[in-house]
């Protein structure tokens, strides 16, 4: 019977150990504050640069600019994240919720894209620099224009599944959405479409583009400035494939079961609490992104260097000031 007794006490302190709620709303709220303001000065820098040496190269610029809009974008709506996190209480309305929870994907699938694109760039221009030095830049923004519509289309689920009028508390925000439910079948389909059309497929691309890469690097018949522009290029794409292994691979294996503890499908709370704690983790490293882009610009694009320099800053300051002065002076 004594026996009995300490087996029952024992699971009764394990099983009230799993059932406590795991609260993951300080890991959101210190990630996006650490993130706001670096990220907000690095990709507001990013457009600068890039804006100012546009015409100076084809290599993938206009698909940095658009990474960097993608990324402007959701650390323009972290202030509200904080403040939500914070207080506890959403007091903008259910249509502004919903859009800064759509942008939020919107932003990491449209990052994924985009690094694929400069991946893919880099990479043709590199093993195919005759074909591909001539090819117009306006190839490059109707390649944007699509992928941007692809991805406003393709992350549409997330918003429509999470957003309950019968269920939706108007205080309520973010990670706190009721979720619709959905059967067994749908959900497996749904899950692995977004799995393979997001991350599986981009991910091969960019491992794919850097093994060609490194194979290239091995010919023994490259010139110096052969071998120069293919180590510059492999920096680059093995950079893209790093930030996908470290910022979205942690989400999407946590995606899933995510959704699968949402939609009440696990029953068992101890696998719940540690499934809500790592896909919070999770979403932190995915949102890194929008930090860790402008870092990538810094050390892998050569342009961007040259124009961050303490001369060629000033001479850029300079140039501005005067072109202002002689507005103004013709407004006057």
Known sequence: IRIDDIETETYVKVNSTCYNNT????????????????????????????????KETKRAVIFMINLAIAD?????????????????TWHFGEGLCIFCFYLKYVNMYASIYFLV??????????????????CK?????????????VVCIGCLPFP??????????TNTCFADLPIKDINLSNSIVMMTLGELIGFVTPLLIILYC??????????????????????????MILTCALV??????????SFPLDFLVKSRRIKNQCARNVISIFHA??????????????????FTTDEFRRRLSRQDLQDSIQLHNRGYAKKHSRTV
């Open 244 to 253: 996908f292994l470290i910022c979205f691979a942690p989400y999407h294996i």
């Open 160 to 169: 429509l599944l999470r957003f309950n009028s019968s269920k939706m508390n």
């Open 117 to 134: 694109c400069i991946s893919v760039r880099r990479f043709l221009f590199l093993m195919y620099p005759f074909k591909f030095s001539d």
């Open 23 to 54: 609260d993951v709303k300080h890991y959101y709220t210190i990630t996006y504050t650490l993130i706001l303001v670096p990220g907000l000065i690095g990709n507001v820098l990013a457009l600068w640069v890039f804006y100012g040496y546009m």
């Open 281 to 298: 983790v999770a979403l932190c490293l995915a949102s890194l992104n929008s930090c860790v882009d402008p870092v990538i610009y810094y």
């Open 210 to 235: 850097s093994w060609k890469t490194i194979l290239s690097l091995k010919e023994k018949n490259s010139i110096s400035h052969d071998f120069g522009e293919k180590k510059k290029a492999l920096k």
């Open 137 to 149: 830049r306006i190839y490059d923004v109707y390649i944007s224009i699509a992928g941007w519509i």
């Open 72 to 88: 402007l974008a959701q650390v323009l709506s972290l202030p509200l994240r904080i403040f939500y996190y914070l207080s506890g």
